[in-house]
């Protein structure tokens, strides 16, 4: 078991008049390998959590296992935790700052102490991974594209070999092209390498798309820890949190009620084509 959240809670500015309850009482297992989808509203504690994974937010009360070793025992090496759970922060751009592409990704193995060749050869390995051209290597990362600099941040994690990746919000402020290519290479980096991975997403179609569990965070606390279909079947209940189902499910659900029975349980486009047609046939 990869991390376990011991009944944790969180409270910003405690003590104070300010006091917020970001996190209440949140128990989970991220077993290793599991593509987990992690949604909710804005203020649900999402980012408080994923910020908690990796120790960068100490609990108030409770507490987080990485393989078994407490994270705030006496020995622990939270310099390793945080090369073996990457977190990838929301407008990744954000981090970076070397002269050139390369450069950057480099830095997070020179921290780890290795040698030259061992730097590069990791650099490397991270850029061809989020499938960024050689002919970018050398070019000023805030010369690129949006979706460019994001493959050169989650890269600069991917280069010190996390077991788990956190990415939050990756895909925010870019179009449908370069979100589905952001994606559609974490899905590939995942299959090839076993890697877990935690999406913190606010889309509901990139979710049901990708992941093999779906978190639900409101308030603070777990509404729902399930597959996307179990979550999804809650839709009304999501709906009343601010939150909704894919498009998809509502588009099912329509047809079921108002032309032909199909299974309103599909969460993606290529199910729902493949359910219809399927119908229609019988």
């Given at each position: 078991m990869a991390i376990i959240v011991n009944h944790v809670s969180y409270?910003?500015?405690?003590?104070?008049?300010?006091?917020?309850?970001?996190?209440?009482?949140?128990?989970?297992?991220?077993?290793?390998?599991?593509?987990?989808?992690?949604?909710?509203?804005?203020?649900?504690?999402?980012?408080?959590?994923?910020?908690?994974?990796?120790?960068?937010?100490?609990?108030?009360?409770?507490?987080?296992?990485?393989?078994?070793?407490?994270?705030?025992?006496?020995?622990?090496?939270?310099?390793?935790?945080?090369?073996?759970?990457?977190?990838?922060?929301?407008?990744?751009?954000?981090?970076?700052?070397?002269?050139?592409v390369f450069s950057d990704v480099c830095f997070g193995p020179k921290n780890l102490g290795l040698s030259k060749s061992e730097i590069e050869l990791c650099a490397y390995a991270a850029l061809k991974q989020v499938g960024l051209e050689d002919e970018y290597f050398y070019q000023s990362p805030f010369d690129l594209s949006g979706g460019q600099k994001r493959r050169v941040a989650i890269a600069g994690v991917l280069a010190m070999k996390p077991d788990v990746l956190i990415?939050?919000?990756?895909?925010?402020?870019?179009?449908?092209?370069?979100?589905?290519?952001?994606?559609d290479q974490i899905a590939r980096l995942r299959q090839e390498t076993g890697i877990t991975v935690i999406l913190v997403s606010h889309s509901m179609?990139?979710?049901?798309?990708?992941?093999?569990?779906?978190?639900?965070?409101?308030?603070?606390?777990?509404?729902f820890d399930d597959t996307p279909k179990q979550v999804f079947r809650s839709y009304r209940k999501l709906e009343e949190v601010g939150l909704a189902a894919p498009q998809v499910t509502y588009i099912m659900h329509e047809i079921n009620n108002k032309v032909f029975p199909v299974d309103t349980d599909v969460t993606t486009l290529e199910e729902a084509k493949s359910e219809i047609l399927n119908a229609l046939r019988k």
């Open positions: 409270i910003y500015e405690e003590g104070t008049s300010m006091a917020v309850h970001a996190l209440k009482d949140i128990n989970l297992q991220i077993p290793d390998g599991q593509f987990i989808g992690l949604i909710g509203h804005t203020g649900s504690g999402k980012s408080t959590l994923v910020q908690h994974l990796n120790g960068l937010i100490k609990p108030t009360h409770g507490e987080l296992y990485y393989n078994g070793e407490d994270y705030y025992s006496q020995g622990f090496d939270m310099k390793r935790l945080r090369s073996k759970v990457g977190l990838v922060f929301q407008y990744p751009e954000h981090q970076l700052f070397e002269t050139d990415l939050d919000e990756p895909t925010a402020g870019l179009d449908p092209k370069g979100r589905d290519e952001i994606l179609e990139d979710v049901a798309k990708y992941v093999d569990r779906i978190i639900v965070m409101n308030k603070g606390g777990i509404l």
